[in-house]
């Protein structure tokens, strides 16, 4: 009865037996004509189906008798409430309405591309715009910001009210961890294992909420993209305590983990008992690992997916643990995404350092081809260009291995990617270091997000590294994961706030804010062409550059001042005499040398 009317529109006699009905209600004119209802409740296969004003096709049972599967043909289907009665024997014992709505959706929308900076952010971390939710009756994990892996109480509410803080630092949209339910009865605050897939988890708000987040971050001309996990889901689901079908979770006579081995997926040699490791090993004992196999399963995500872009209006999925599930269903789940929202973009997380593997995994991926396979996943995750930039600023390039060089030769291996624009690109995240802790000193975090704002690809950064946050890994994932200063109604002051924000907060964020709101309108930038030069002296220069521009990028990782001769790079400068380094706001003479201060980055728009 508890989700009786959250999922059951207009219902007319109230009943125990229907607990579920999912998708709790579809839209008329989408493509893919054929919808399927799942019912949920106390020994539903006993009743036969009959529904006014839609045209229901078939219904399935499975082995568990509380399930109900009804196929529906929604050609030429009117919008609208319709009866739909379970009928046992002659009568009509319960009856509920579903509703098919118009799609009132701008389809003239675009995707996040390498146009954007992608704010990633973690809701319960980052603000805590209504106290009242902080918990909830019906959820185990209880409000305790003493605990670093315990609910902190940061919301939607908190982020909607935040939005001109993003916005003025100059992002285009934000990726939030995921916000459906997450019942957990600890350490559920990170939400990946969700116990609702169409349920804002009421200790961040309503779908209501989330919808109108949305629709504020359009209103600013801005995007929002949603953590979506198609590879498992948390053992307090109601659907892992009670599946529809044995084959429903993967399961082993013992509890067997994932090996992690993602490049298993194109490595030549790699066995059946590792694959299925891999495929079918649980990410960890909290989360049961999903069969995307099951066809009623696939068609579950698919519909919850294309629900929620309808519903919120969302811009784009990031993927958690893409390379985790089965790759053919996969294949599948997008082919019908992209089939209703043809420029929805999808980046998948694959946790890969080798640019062979990562490669494989975008849509018409040269190197998959060889093995006869292609994901059709638009964009994937720059694990290899992270771990560059990660390590790169710490070394010097003693042996053509290390410091700039590492950057350079993850670049040469760009041809294997079929749209290099396309990937996102990043130098931190919620799963690793902060940048700031491996780096403390300013002047590395300017040279690291010189190159993040430069580089091909779409870039992403973590709350509240641009006031300088730092945390470290391995003192557990509740230290790289912070409140936001200024989030709660209790911290003394606010980073939200230019006026109390501390003069090194105001150093980092003033930097970052100059360089991705010059970024915003730099085409040359988002889609132009790259031509790099051979790290000299632990100095790396590149050129991003169109028919109608030309920026040059030096990086001095030295701890030297380097005189450059400007000669080595003419086809780069193509003759231009003078430019605009962005960062210092001065004028450069392109002449036959530049002194370049140590460990420094340089942007200089050429004129």
Same mark, same amino acid.
């Given at each position: 009865?508890?989700?009786?009317?959250?999922?059951?529109?207009?219902?007319?006699?109230?009943?125990?037996?229907?607990?579920?009905?999912?998708?709790?209600?579809?839209?008329?004119?989408?493509?893919?004509?054929?919808?399927?209802?799942?019912?949920?409740?106390?020994?539903?296969?006993?009743?036969?189906?009959?529904?006014?004003?839609?045209?229901?096709?078939?219904?399935?049972?499975?082995?568990?008798?509380?399930?109900?599967?009804?196929?529906?043909?929604?050609?030429?289907?009117?919008?609208?409430?319709?009866?739909?009665?379970?009928?046992?024997?002659?009568?009509?014992?319960?009856?509920?309405?579903?509703?098919?709505?118009?799609?009132?959706?701008?389809?003239?929308?675009?995707?996040?591309?390498?146009?954007?900076?992608?704010?990633?952010?973690?809701?319960?971390?980052?603000?805590?715009?209504?106290?009242?939710?902080?918990?909830?009756?019906?959820?185990?994990?209880?409000?305790?910001?003493?605990?670093?892996?315990?609910?902190?109480?940061?919301?939607?509410?908190?982020?909607?009210?935040?939005?001109?803080?993003?916005?003025?630092?100059?992002?285009?949209?934000?990726?939030?961890?995921?916000?459906?339910?997450?019942?957990?009865?600890?350490?559920?605050?990170?939400?990946?294992?969700?116990?609702?897939?169409?349920?804002?988890?009421?200790?961040?708000?309503?779908?209501?909420?989330?919808?109108?987040?949305?629709?504020?971050?359009?209103?600013?001309?801005?995007?929002?993209?949603?953590?979506y996990v198609t590879n498992h889901w948390g053992t307090q689901h109601?659907?892992?305590?009670?599946?529809?079908?044995?084959?429903?979770?993967?399961?082993?006579?013992?509890?067997?983990?994932?090996?992690?081995?993602?490049?298993?997926?194109?490595?030549?040699?790699?066995?059946?008992?590792?694959?299925?490791?891999?495929?079918?090993?649980?990410?960890?004992?909290?989360?049961?690992?999903?069969?995307?196999?099951?066809?009623?399963?696939?068609?579950?995500?698919?519909?919850?997916?294309?629900?929620? *872009?309808?519903?919120?209006? %969302?811009?784009?999925?990031?993927? #958690? $643990?893409?390379?985790? =599930?089965?790759?053919? !269903?996969?294949? +599948?789940?997008?082919?019908?995404?992209?089939?209703?929202?043809?420029?929805?973009?999808?980046?998948?997380?694959?946790?890969?350092?080798?640019?062979?593997?990562?490669?494989?995994?975008?849509?018409?991926?040269?190197?998959?081809?060889?093995?006869?396979?292609?994901?059709?996943?638009?964009?994937?995750?720059?694990?290899?260009?992270?771990?560059?930039?990660?390590?790169?600023?710490?070394?010097?390039?003693?042996?053509?291995?290390?410091?700039?060089?590492?950057?350079?030769?993850?670049?040469?291996?760009?041809?294997?990617?079929?749209? *290099?624009?396309?990937?996102? %690109?990043?130098?931190?995240?919620? #799963? $690793?270091?902060?940048? =700031?802790?491996?780096? !403390?000193?300013? +002047?590395?975090?300017?040279?690291?997000?010189?190159?993040?704002?430069?580089?091909?690809?779409?870039?992403?950064?973590?709350?509240?590294?641009?006031?300088?946050?730092?945390?470290?890994?391995?003192?557990?994932?509740?230290?790289?994961?912070?409140?936001?200063?200024?989030?709660?109604?209790?911290?003394?002051?606010?980073?939200?706030?230019?006026?109390?924000?501390?003069?090194?907060?105001?150093?980092?964020?003033?930097?970052?804010?100059?360089?991705?709101?010059?970024?915003?309108t730099k085409s040359v930038i988002h889609k132009g062409k790259t031509?790099?030069?051979?790290?000299?002296?632990?100095?790396?220069?590149?050129?991003?550059?169109?028919?109608?521009?030309?920026?040059?990028?030096?990086?001095?990782?030295?701890?030297?001042?380097?005189?450059?001769?400007?000669?080595?790079?003419?086809?780069?400068?193509?003759?231009?005499?003078?430019?605009?380094?962005?960062?210092?706001?001065?004028?450069?003479?392109?002449?036959?040398?530049?002194?370049?201060?140590?460990?420094?980055?340089?942007?200089?728009?050429?004129?």
């Amino acid at each position: 009865m508890k989700y009786l009317f959250i999922y059951l529109l207009f219902p007319l006699f109230a009943t125990a037996q229907i607990d579920r009905v999912e998708p709790p209600f579809w839209w008329q004119g989408m493509k893919n004509k054929k919808l399927k209802v799942l019912l949920y409740g106390d020994d539903l296969s006993k009743y036969d189906v009959k529904a006014q004003g839609m045209n229901l096709v078939s219904i399935e049972g499975v082995e568990n008798k509380n399930y109900l599967f009804l196929n529906f043909d929604l050609t030429n289907q009117e919008a609208g409430n319709f009866k739909i009665n379970l009928i046992e024997g002659k009568k009509t014992k319960h009856t509920f309405r579903y509703e098919i709505k118009s799609r009132n959706r701008n389809f003239d929308f675009s995707s996040f591309d390498s146009s954007d900076v992608v704010y990633l952010l973690m809701p319960d971390r980052f603000a805590n715009g209504n106290p009242l939710n902080d918990s909830h009756p019906d959820l185990k994990d209880k409000l305790n910001r003493s605990d670093k892996d315990g609910r902190h109480g940061g919301d939607l509410e908190g982020i909607i009210k935040n939005l001109d803080y993003i916005e003025e630092l100059g992002a285009t949209a934000i990726w939030l961890t995921p916000l459906c339910e997450d019942n957990d009865p600890s350490v559920s605050y990170h939400t990946y294992g969700q116990s609702d897939l169409y349920r804002i988890d009421p200790r961040y708000g309503s779908n209501q909420d989330y919808k109108r987040l949305a629709t504020s971050l359009h209103k600013r001309g801005m995007k929002l993209i949603m953590d979506y996990v198609t590879n498992h889901w948390g053992t307090q689901h109601w659907m892992v305590k009670d599946p529809p079908t044995k084959d429903w979770i993967h399961y082993f006579e013992e509890y067997t983990n994932t090996n992690h081995r993602k490049e298993i997926h194109s490595d030549p040699y790699a066995s059946i008992i590792d694959k299925k490791e891999l495929l079918k090993g649980w990410f960890v004992p909290t989360m049961a690992d999903l069969n995307q196999s099951q066809p009623k399963l696939l068609n579950y995500l698919i519909q919850n997916a294309i629900w929620w *872009i309808e519903f919120a209006g %969302i811009d784009g999925f990031r993927v #958690d $643990t893409f390379p985790y =599930n089965n790759p053919k !269903p996969m294949i +599948k789940w997008l082919e019908a995404i992209r089939l209703e929202y043809p420029t929805f973009n999808i980046v998948g997380e694959g946790w890969m350092y080798n640019s062979i593997h990562l490669s494989y995994w975008q849509e018409n991926s040269p190197i998959a081809a060889i093995q006869g396979f292609n994901s059709k996943l638009p964009s994937v995750k720059d694990f290899a260009l992270y771990n560059a930039l990660t390590k790169a600023f710490s070394e010097r390039d003693e042996y053509w291995e290390h410091g700039m060089t590492r950057i350079y030769k993850t670049l040469q291996n760009d041809f294997l990617y079929p749209n *290099i624009n396309n990937v996102l %690109i990043f130098a931190e995240n919620h #799963d $690793t270091n902060r940048i =700031n802790d491996s780096y !403390p000193e300013f +002047k590395s975090y300017k040279r690291i997000m010189a190159a993040l704002m430069t580089l091909r690809g779409i870039p992403q950064i973590y709350y509240g590294s641009e006031i300088g946050m730092t945390g470290k890994k391995e003192k557990g994932d509740g230290d790289i994961r912070r409140d936001f200063p200024g989030g709660w109604k209790s911290d003394k002051k606010s980073a939200f706030n230019e006026k109390e924000r501390t003069p090194v907060q105001r150093s980092y964020f003033n930097f970052t804010k100059k360089l991705i709101n010059w970024r915003r309108t730099k085409s040359v930038i988002h889609k132009g062409k790259t031509l790099h030069y051979v790290p000299e002296n632990d100095v790396y220069v590149y050129f991003r550059y169109s028919e109608k521009s030309c920026v040059m990028v030096i990086i001095n990782n030295s701890p030297k001042k380097q005189n450059l001769s400007l000669d080595r790079f003419h086809e780069g400068i193509a003759g231009r005499t003078n430019g605009y380094e962005v960062i210092s706001e001065k004028q450069i003479n392109l002449a036959k040398n530049l002194e370049v201060l140590p460990e420094t980055a340089y942007i200089i728009e050429l004129r």
